[in-house]
């Protein structure tokens, strides 16, 4: 007899059995881990492939620029590429903050960043980004108080004694600010509102200048971060007055703060930080926080801050976004609150 070959059905032939259906799934498991390990880790192995450049929206020797410089000697050293910094001055920071945002979100243009990005949204209308939508935080950096300062020949030796001698005579009082809309700006218009002085804003396009004019009389008095007044003060062409904040400065005991000075309310502190264009991958915004913590949190760079009245600030990302957006809110409240106007 011819031997019968078994009968096969057609679904026998293309259909699997349930044990080779477990294999396959598993091979085909693992293969797509790894194909996600690769698009997980791959681009943070490739990057930084070229330069980066750190935009800082102030004139250069200013205390932003003063931080980014450090920022960015540490980051070069730690990726192993060159992190330049680009000074884009003008409109009170906002000319150098709308070039990052609307930069490719690729990791390689980013911007150090400050406390104007919570002001703005309350006090500017024409802003071409939006700073809590157009940009992703990276890193806090660092954080002072301002500090009111008068000339070094200024005869005030206290807000007290500004304020008498001031209301005593009839000359033009002016203050300096960095530029519209900045912290200089806002707490410049809050004590005049508070004090009822008559003075007239005077803005630049950096704080070196304003400083600059404030040492030589032209000026009547500034609010300045530390960063960039504290060497004048050493060297007494400047007087510290006041200090922002709820409490004095640990490298200026005797300057007591506005509040305690019969100033109150005026609790803005000056904070910078990295930040990046919407849309730049997760990966590369985990890398660069995790460098840039390390860079400020060496004992040369801490130790640097410190001597100038400021101090290194440590967060996750979403920490520092909660920081921007809980000072914007408290400043449109306090818009709101005062009916604070922003006149150039």
């Given at each position: 007899m011819i031997p019968v070959a078994p009968r096969l059905s057609i679904p026998s032939l293309i259909r699997?059995?349930?044990?080779?259906?477990?294999?396959?799934?598993?091979?085909?498991a693992c293969?797509?881990?790894l194909i996600l390990s690769f698009v997980e880790?791959?681009?943070?192995?490739?990057?930084?492939?070229?330069?980066?450049?750190?935009?800082v929206p102030f004139v250069a020797g200013g205390t932003l620029d003063t931080q980014a410089r450090l920022v960015a000697a540490g980051l070069s050293e730690r990726l192993g590429k060159q992190v330049i910094v680009e000074n884009r001055p003008g409109a009170g920071g906002s000319i150098g903050t709308?070039?990052?945002?609307?930069?490719?979100?690729?990791?390689?243009?980013?911007?150090?960043?400050?406390?104007?990005?919570?002001?703005?949204?309350?006090?500017?209308?024409?802003?071409?980004?939006?700073?809590?939508?157009?940009?992703?935080?990276?890193?806090l950096v660092a954080q002072s108080p301002f500090l009111l300062v008068v000339p070094g020949s200024s005869p005030a030796k206290t807000v007290g004694e500004?304020?008498?001698?001031?209301?005593?005579?009839?000359?033009?009082?002016?203050?300096?600010?960095?530029?519209?809309?900045?912290?200089?700006?806002?707490?410049?218009?809050?004590?005049?509102?508070?004090?009822?002085?008559?003075?007239?804003?005077?803005?630049?396009?950096?704080?070196?200048?304003?400083?600059?004019?404030t040492i030589g009389g032209r000026l009547s008095m500034m609010f300045v971060n530390t960063m960039a007044s504290m060497p004048?003060?050493?060297?007494?062409?400047?007087?510290?007055?006041?200090?922002?904040?709820?409490?004095?400065?640990?490298?200026?005991?005797?300057?007591?703060?506005?509040?305690?000075?019969?100033v109150?309310?005026?609790?803005?502190l000056f904070w910078s930080g990295v930040l990046a264009p919407a849309g730049t991958p997760a990966d590369v915004i985990h890398r660069l926080h995790d460098e840039i913590t390390v860079v400020i949190k060496s004992a040369a760079l801490i130790g640097a801050m410190e001597n100038l009245g400021a101090t290194v600030t440590l967060g996750t990302p979403a920490e520092?976004?909660?920081?921007?957006?809980?000072?914007?809110?408290?400043?449109?409240?306090?818009?709101?609150?005062?009916?604070?106007?922003?006149?150039?």
């Amino acid at each position: 007899m011819i031997p019968v070959a078994p009968r096969l059905s057609i679904p026998s032939l293309i259909r699997p059995s349930a044990r080779d259906l477990g294999s396959h799934a598993a091979r085909l498991a693992c293969v797509v881990m790894l194909i996600l390990s690769f698009v997980e880790t791959g681009f943070a192995i490739d990057y930084p492939a070229r330069t980066i450049t750190l935009v800082v929206p102030f004139v250069a020797g200013g205390t932003l620029d003063t931080q980014a410089r450090l920022v960015a000697a540490g980051l070069s050293e730690r990726l192993g590429k060159q992190v330049i910094v680009e000074n884009r001055p003008g409109a009170g920071g906002s000319i150098g903050t709308g070039l990052v945002a609307r930069a490719s979100p690729e990791g390689y243009t980013l911007l150090m960043g400050a406390l104007y990005l919570a002001l703005e949204p309350a006090l500017r209308s024409n802003l071409d980004y939006d700073p809590l939508r157009d940009f992703v935080p990276v890193a806090l950096v660092a954080q002072s108080p301002f500090l009111l300062v008068v000339p070094g020949s200024s005869p005030a030796k206290t807000v007290g004694e500004f304020l008498a001698y001031s209301r005593a005579h009839s000359e033009v009082l002016s203050y300096g600010s960095p530029g519209a809309s900045t912290a200089g700006h806002v707490l410049g218009e809050l004590f005049k509102a508070r004090t009822r002085l008559d003075l007239v804003h005077v803005p630049y396009k950096g704080e070196i200048q304003a400083v600059t004019d404030t040492i030589g009389g032209r000026l009547s008095m500034m609010f300045v971060n530390t960063m960039a007044s504290m060497p004048h003060i050493r060297s007494g062409r400047l007087r510290a007055l006041g200090v922002t904040g709820a409490k004095r400065l640990a490298v200026l005991a005797d300057v007591p703060t506005l509040a305690e000075s019969g100033v109150p309310g005026l609790d803005l502190l000056f904070w910078s930080g990295v930040l990046a264009p919407a849309g730049t991958p997760a990966d590369v915004i985990h890398r660069l926080h995790d460098e840039i913590t390390v860079v400020i949190k060496s004992a040369a760079l801490i130790g640097a801050m410190e001597n100038l009245g400021a101090t290194v600030t440590l967060g996750t990302p979403a920490e520092f976004g909660q920081r921007i957006r809980a000072d914007s809110d408290a400043m449109i409240k306090l818009v709101k609150e005062t009916g604070l106007e922003m006149k150039e």
